[in-house]
């Protein structure tokens, strides 16, 4: 399926969502993110039967930012322009909808992500990046914040100190580090990237529908009480103790065969 700069390909319950617009390294533009929000809509319907997301980049990069191309002040912009206004229309939405999807979502960073590339590649559950690729809190090298939800996410992935040295600096982060640091699951050779996305992806399609309850817990847990944790283990618990998937799963370990989970 083709929308604004965005494909997605759904097989077998694992859909791929590729941001396509080569030409600027698919930096995001409100053409894209309009396509993201259609391909959403696909995604998120029950009859499309999505039971793991996948993130991508068309050609040599993952994502390299907003697209600045024509935001340039001209002699007509505003003396004080509203930088974050598209932020509130546009790019929160999208991003509510990645932390609040009902299945696994995994990013497969191909090349550089950068900006609020960075920030859509680390809401990934998995995140699995090519060895050349690299990332890059690029907002100070035009006198900017950052934004994306990258304020909330990295300080609770790597630390504060070294959030703060990425955003202050500027400086670009390989994968291979960002892998030591524990901001990324895996790194691949460039050429296995795909295929090792695909077998991970597959892996998490083919599982129990507990798995969108799991990642839901974990997004919770960061501004949970501990109180308000465990009661929200003990409801969801309940909902994946309902589910078909459970009874096939004990049916199977009794018989000691794998489990045929059907995400139901």
Sequence with gaps: MEFERVKLSIEDGLA?????????????????????GDAMDVVEDPASQVRCLIMTG????????????GRADGDNAPSRPDAGSALETAYHPFLRRLRNLHVPFVTSVNGPAA????????????????????????FRRIGLVPDG???????????????????????????????????????????QLKAETQ????????????????????????????????????????????SADFKEGVKAFLEKRPANFTGK
């Design 16 to 36: 791929t969502l590729t941001l396509n617009h080569p030409e600027v390294m698919n930096a995001v533009s409100m053409e894209m993110l309009k396509g993201l």
């Design 58 to 69: 068309e050609g040599r990069g993952f994502c390299t930012g907003a697209n600045l191309q």
């Design 149 to 191: 939800g990258s304020t909330w996410l990295l300080p609770r992935l790597i630390g504060r100190a070294r959030a703060m040295e990425l955003s202050l600096m500027g400086d670009k982060l390989p994968a291979e580090t960002a892998l030591q640091w524990g901001l990324v699951n895996r790194v691949f050779e460039d050429d």
């Design 199 to 242: 077998t991970i992806a597959r892996s998490l399609a083919d599982g129990p529908f507990s798995l969108g309850l799991i990642r839901k817990l974990y997004w919770e847990s960061d501004d949970n009480t501990y109180e308000e944790q465990i009661n929200l283990e003990r409801q969801l618990q309940r909902d994946a103790g309902r």
């Design 115 to 138: 900006g609020v590339g960075m920030s859509f590649a680390l809401m990934g559950d998995m995140v699995l990046c090519a060895k050349s690729s690299y990332f890059l809190q690029a």
